[in-house]
């Protein structure tokens, strides 16, 4: 799935491994429209079926992998949701959600562009749930959806849906790549080895689904095919080079209201500027999970971090060096600040909030009292929950 870096008898990536010029060597290439026999077409480089006549059959589904892993790492399913009927319920719901957000007072924060940019709507599959069961049965027994994410998945998998509506003259979003290591700053991700990086991509599948007709001029996410194939792609986004090139070289697909695009999380993408005078341009943003990324055991790593922070503050004390610290707070608190309630627990400081163990680092740091961090642990609790 994945180029080989420079340096790849490191077990590790850094941002000397990114060359823009392997880069460009591996983005710049046709897509072979025999690669994708069941296709309707191929445009931008990127195939573009027609959902209706996908069967739901493994030669469909090795078609749809091979595009996301070592194809242009898109695809395109026109007609996704053919009832136009059962879209409009779900923007109907969507549009009370914002409403309700909005007269509360509260700014949705965003990962890749400034907070009450967009209208944003987090956790947005429990609160259609709650706001209209049978809108979201409807919407949700998508046979395309389940199509694609079983295919890339596997059984098990767990869906989210975050709302997006970028306003006219909304600002496009910097290239990025996306959920696992993606929300990552380069210093963090840089300490994952190698083979995480091959790793992070399969762990979940990115989709959007048009809820209106999206124009280029109304600013439909930009990608560039193939760059999903990088290995040091997550250490490369946030370079000037790497981000002037994608300026350059993106394609721009445009979407009727229902059609759908997956495409894997790896893939340098970024939302348009809506250039139009009049269109909220909304989508159904869908991060899929696989069944696997969680540990075998449930464990309460809040009772265990209150249980340990005595011992913490006393070996610190008593001069014990900070790796045997770290050491103790990674084996028990959650390393991880993720999933979370992103209304409650924005990542409004940085990409992400922050984690368990983060908490618990700070409080060894500033030397708080057990009882002010066991009241620190249970808010960031509070914070998670979705009621």
Not at 71 to 100: K, M, Q, S
Request: hydrophobic share 40%; aromatic share 8%; with cysteine.
């Amino acid at each position: 799935m994945s180029s080989a870096p420079r340096h790849s008898s490191s077990a590790h990536l850094s941002e000397r491994d990114c060359d823009l010029d392997a880069f460009r060597a591996l983005v710049e290439r046709p897509t072979d429209p025999d690669c994708h026999p069941r296709a309707a077409s191929v445009g931008q480089n990127v195939p573009v079926y027609d959902a209706g006549g996908l069967r739901d059959d493994p030669g469909t589904a090795a078609e749809l992998v091979h595009a996301l892993a070592d194809g242009p790492g898109i695809v395109v399913l026109e007609g996704a949701f053919p009832d136009p009927a059962v879209v409009d319920r779900a923007t109907a719901v969507f549009d009370a959600l914002i409403a309700e957000q909005r007269a509360s007072g509260a700014t949705a924060g965003d990962h890749f562009a400034a907070p009450g940019a967009n209208d944003r709507v987090w956790n947005a599959l429990e609160k259609t749930a709650r706001h209209d069961p049978e809108a979201f049965a409807d919407y949700y027994a998508n046979g395309a959806l389940a199509l694609v994410a079983r295919a890339w998945l596997g059984p098990g998998y767990q869906v989210t849906s975050q709302i997006n509506v970028v306003n006219p003259g909304g600002a496009a979003q910097t290239a990025h790549r996306d959920y696992h290591l993606g929300f990552l700053s380069n210093e963090a991700a840089a300490a994952y080895p190698a083979h995480v990086h091959r790793l992070s991509p399969v762990l979940t599948l990115q989709g959007a689904v048009a809820h209106c007709d999206m124009p280029v001029e109304s600013g439909p996410t930009m990608y560039l095919p193939y760059s999903q194939k990088y290995e040091p792609g997550y250490l490369a986004w946030r370079l000037p080079e790497f981000r002037a090139y994608f300026d350059a070289h993106h394609v721009q697909l445009p979407l009727a209201k229902g059609d759908a695009v997956f495409f894997n999380p790896a893939l340098f993408h970024a939302a348009g500027t809506n250039r139009s005078s009049g269109i909220r341009r909304m989508a159904n943003l869908l991060q899929i999970s696989s069944a696997f990324g969680r540990a075998m055991e449930t464990v309460d790593r809040e009772a265990v971090a209150n249980a340990v922070f005595p011992v913490l503050l006393k070996r610190k004390a008593e001069g014990v060096e900070g790796r045997w610290l770290e050491n103790v707070i990674a084996a028990s608190a959650e390393g991880y600040p993720f999933p979370t309630n992103l209304d409650r627990d924005p990542p409004v400081d940085g990409l992400a909030p922050p984690s368990q163990a983060d908490v618990v680092r700070r409080a060894l740091r500033e030397e708080w009292t057990p009882d002010v961090l066991e009241a620190q642990l249970r808010a960031g609790v509070g914070r998670r929950e979705t009621r």
